[in-house]
Structures are given as structure tokens and as C-alpha cells.
């Protein structure tokens, strides 16, 4: 079986941070927002937008007054 290298350094440098807090994602989770912090890079949150076919229901809502329920199959 092919290993690839690049993948197997990744998940060795994960799993060492990981058991640098001990696998625990509270801290791990305080740690990364500390270096996100320090980084001085801007940071966004993009909010989901309403209106929008959801992703896996194929259902769409209030797009405009047009919108169709695709959620329904027809027999």
C-alpha cells in the first residue's frame, strides 16, 4: 500500500499537539484561540445566510417570493 508522506507527517505533528495537552480539547481549543490571538491576522466568522438551498435537504427558504420546496419528490 502507498503511504503518502506529506499525510503521514501531518497526522504525526497532530498527534503530537494532541498529546501535548494530554487530548484534552478544552485546552487544546484555548490554545489555538491564544495563537489566533497572537497571530495579529483578522479573523471573520462567516454567518450562514438565510435564504439559501440548504446544503442536504434540497429544501429552499425564503429566497424571495419564488422559492420552491425541492424537498418533495413527485411519483
Known amino acids: 500500500m502507498w503511504v503518502d508522506e506529506i499525510v503521514e507527517a501531518i497526522h504525526k505533528i497532530r498527534e503530537e499537539y494532541a498529546k501535548s495537552f494530554n487530548y484534552d480539547l478544552d485546552a487544546i481549543f484555548a490554545d489555538l484561540r491564544n495563537k489566533e490571538a497572537q497571530s495579529g491576522r483578522?479573523?471573520?466568522t462567516?454567518?450562514?445566510k438565510h435564504g439559501l438551498t440548504?446544503?442536504?435537504s434540497g429544501r429552499t427558504?425564503?429566497?424571495g417570493g419564488d422559492a420552491k420546496d425541492t424537498s418533495s419528490r413527485s411519483t
Open 46 to 48: 462567516l454567518s450562514r
Open 61 to 63: 427558504r425564503d429566497i
Open 54 to 56: 440548504t446544503r442536504w
Open 42 to 44: 483578522k479573523v471573520v
